[in-house]
């Protein structure tokens, strides 16, 4: 459900009867909503892990849900807000409940394989996505997903043991959330987020518009081609689960986000055919991926007394990355079609280079606090 929404950006806003720019200011009313999630999530640190799974579930199935039974563009845009509340309060629960059980020094590993899932949902999910909708529609997809996210709901009730009863001593969510914004690296992590979603979302935003624009890509082929996203993805988490513990944790993001500066520079100049594109978008993936499960387990060391309710803080940084860089995507985009002779991603490239290099200042004080 969440990832969909970038290759068939188009395709949905047709369905729905709406331009282009009204679809990416719907993705970035989805993204600023994430600034909520800590307010839920604490659910997790306060009424134990798997509550907080189980409120995730839930909040994804009445996203999915809604969208049958009122397919509209402010349906849809509640939509897209509901099920990325539900990953903002599933993903600090999950990550806690690891973090509780797994060791730091093995920890990115366990972490970087629960992330499989990410690039399965490119590689298995998104081509599906575009066989129902070329069958069957735009609102094909939502049926199916509202399903799926009943039936992980029973298997996560079924499989995940009783957690046990609340410390009632523990820190509550302010004293929790005042700790947080009072601690350096706490606030350095939020900081390198939003650097790095930035960086990503200006190009993640278009990347569907720029294929159909520069090699009139259909709506199967869109699907295709975020197979092979998924594919980079799924490198990136792998080498995540052989590298990053053994180079730790800081070393691994600035890594990566080195890595990401020169796949996003060679992106544009790929771009002038159809497999130089997708090699170029392979390893812009696959360099993002590296980086940003890498830093999952950096952030769960930070503050262990409230893991989940700093990993859910956490997420505003990278909701407000994605929000100013779905802003800024279309535009840097229409810019950038403005020289013809330019490659049409140069200027979305640039702007995550530079994005990108923010987040590797960031990073060099950070690791002054944990490795």
């Known amino acids: 459900m969440y990832r969909m929404v970038y290759p068939f950006l188009s395709v949905f806003g047709r369905g729905l009867g709406v331009d282009v720019p009204s679809m990416a200011l719907a993705v970035t009313v989805r993204s600023l909503s994430g600034m ?24 994804f199935i009445a996203g999915t849900g809604i969208v ?9 845009v509640l939509a897209l807000v509901l099920t990325i509340m539900s990953k903002y309060v599933f993903d600090p629960a999950m990550q806690a409940y690891l973090g509780d059980r797994v060791a730091y020094q093995s920890r990115g590993r366990v972490l970087a394989i629960t992330e499989y899932g990410w690039s399965l949902s490119l590689i298995v999910g998104i081509p599906l996505v575009g066989f129902l909708i070329a069958r069957r529609g735009w609102m094909a997809p939502f049926t199916l997903l509202a399903l799926l996210g009943l039936l992980a709901l029973l298997l996560l009730a079924w499989m995940l043991p009783k957690d ?68 980079s993805e799924l490198g990136g988490e792998s ?50 991926e590296f980086t940003i499960v890498s830093s999952i387990p950096l ?19 990278l909701s407000l990355g994605r929000a100013v860089g779905a802003l800024l995507a279309t535009q840097l985009y229409a810019w950038g079609k403005v020289y013809p002779s330019l490659p049409d991603l140069l200027v979305n490239a640039l702007v995550a280079l530079v994005f990108n290099l923010l987040a590797l200042s960031t990073l060099y004080f950070l690791r002054r606090y944990i490795r």
């Open 68 to 76: 049958v039974l009122w397919p509209t563009y402010p349906v849809f």
């Open 164 to 231: 046990p009863k609340p410390d009632t001593e523990n820190p509550v969510f302010w004293s929790n959330l005042r700790a947080i914004l009072t601690y350096g690296p706490a606030l350095l992590a939020l900081v390198l987020s939003f650097f790095m979603d930035v960086a990503n979302e200006v190009v993640n935003l278009v990347f569907g518009v720029w294929m159909e624009d520069a090699f009139a890509l259909k709506i199967a082929a869109l699907g295709a081609a975020s197979a092979v996203i998924g594919f």
């Open 36 to 59: 909520l999630a800590p307010f839920l999530a604490v659910v997790a640190d306060s009424r134990g892990r798997k509550l907080g799974m189980l409120l995730g579930v839930g909040f």
């Open 299 to 317: 952030v769960t060391e930070i503050m262990p007394s409230a893991r989940a309710t700093l990993v859910a803080v956490n997420v505003v940084g």
């Open 239 to 288: 080498l995540s689960v052989w590298l990053t513990d053994f180079l730790g944790k800081t070393a691994a993001v600035g890594v990566g986000l080195v890595l990401n500066c020169f796949a996003a520079l060679a992106l544009p100049f790929l771009g002038s055919s159809l497999p130089g594109a997708l090699v170029g978008l392979f390893f812009f993936y696959l360099t993002f």
